[in-house]
T-cell receptor
Framework: DTGVSQDPRHKITKRGQNVTFRCDPISEHNRLYWYRQTLGQGPEFLTYFQNEAQLEKSRLLSDRFSAERPKGSFSTLEIQRTEQGDSAMYLC??????????????FGPGTRLTVL | AQSVTQLGSHVSVSEGALVLLRCNYSSSVPPYLFWYVQYPNQGLQLLLKYTTGATLVKGINGFEAEFKKSETSFHLTKPSAHMSDAAEYFCAVSDVTNTDKLIFGTGTRLQVFP
């Protein structure tokens, strides 16, 4: 297993366009997280999946944002009608909470979104 | 609510000098604490973590951190800085609910001068 992968690595779009990002977690991990990181800040939690169920969404996740994780495997994050304030690095992480193991999250390389 | 404060957005040291990056946390429950490193245009890599047990934890690349409950601190140290340590460092606390989401500090950029 090569770790968490994200695609694309970079996305430049015009304001008002829709964008979709993909995250492929480590194969045996049942937990998946999306975070957003703006310049000079730490990552901020966006949403969490356990298997295919989306169990928590941050207030940061406006109604223009939607995330899915069909069949509990890869996940997609879509932003509709992008705004310049959406420009950020979008990070995906996965983990596996097994008995006796703590929840270490493994991060992907991120997708950097620039909205012009 | 849990939170993390990292004192000093930038830290500069000479190669071979002690590295000290400060982190204080706020948590109403026993915290799980983490330090991550981020190199330019890359994701986050776990350096070390504290969950339970020994309060002095050792991580990769010679880093270590000590959990001090009385001071609500989890400072990161390395005895001798190397040029390759130059990066952004993030302290995080785990929201120990069903989600275990991470709450990050604002980060400290470490510069290492020859």
């Amino acid at each position: 297993d090569t770790g968490v992968s994200q695609d694309p690595r970079h996305k430049i779009t015009k304001r008002g366009q829709n964008v979709t990002f993909r995250c492929d977690p480590i194969s045996e991990h049942n937990r998946l997280y999306w975070y957003r990181q703006t310049l000079g800040q730490g990552p901020e939690f966006l949403t969490y999946f356990q298997n295919e169920a989306q169990l928590e969404k941050s207030r940061l996740l406006s109604d223009r944002f939607s995330a899915e994780r069909p069949k509990g495997s890869f996940s997609t994050l879509e932003i509709q009608r992008t705004e310049q304030g959406d420009s950020a690095m979008y990070l995906c992480a996965s983990s596996s909470r097994l008995a006796g193991k703590d929840n270490e999250q493994f991060f992907g390389p991120g997708t950097r979104l620039t909205v012009l | 609510a849990q939170s993390v404060t990292q004192l000093g957005s930038h830290v500069s040291v000479s190669e071979g000098a002690l590295v000290l990056l400060r982190c204080n946390y706020s948590s109403s429950v026993p915290p799980y604490l983490f330090w991550y490193v981020q190199y330019p245009n890359q994701g986050l890599q776990l350096l070390l973590k504290y969950t339970t047990g020994a309060t002095l934890v050792k991580g990769i690349n010679g880093f270590e951190a000590e959990f001090k409950k009385s001071e609500t601190s989890f400072h990161l140290t390395k005895p001798s800085a190397h040029m390759s340590d130059a990066a952004e460092y993030f302290c995080a606390v785990s929201d120990v609910t069903n989600t275990d989401k991470l709450i990050f500090g604002t980060g400290t950029r470490l510069q290492v001068f020859p």
